[in-house]
């Protein structure tokens, strides 16, 4: 499974993005999908997940209600809508595979490239 994360930038506090991950490669379809951030001198930590499939989505609660996670099962896309942004959403977002619809990164096997995001006050 390939990834390529895209759609990261410079955005005012309040302002939208949505970023974008491309897949390719075998057997895809069967994998969990999630996004992740690392902002600096910080883990890594979960942003949301959906299954490929089924779409069945789980968000973080430090993003729910202002993030959505979908799919393009046409096109091989992932997406990652994010609303209402804050500094504090400043990070590289990565978008990743796994078997399984999870918040834990050690469970996802496939890793794209990463894109920043840098919000502005």
């Known amino acids: 499974v390939q990834l390529q994360a895209s759609g990261g930038g410079l955005v005012q506090a309040g302002g939208s993005l949505r970023l974008s991950c491309a897949a390719s490669?075998?057997?895809?379809?069967?994998?969990?999908m999630g996004w992740f951030r690392q902002a600096p001198e910080k883990a890594r930590e979960f942003v949301a997940a959906i299954t490929w499939k089924g779409g069945v989505d789980n968000v973080a609660d430090s993003v729910k209600g202002r993030a959505t996670i979908s799919r393009d099962t046409a096109k091989n896309i992932l997406y990652l809508q994010m609303n209402n942004l804050k500094p504090e959403d400043t990070a590289v977002y990565y978008c990743?595979?796994?078997?399984?619809?999870?918040?834990?990164?050690?469970?996802?096997?496939?890793w794209g490239q990463g894109t920043q995001v840098t919000v502005s006050s």
């Open positions: 490669g075998r057997a895809f379809s069967s994998y969990a």
């Open positions: 990743a595979a796994g078997s399984l619809n999870s918040e834990y990164e050690a469970l996802y096997d496939h």
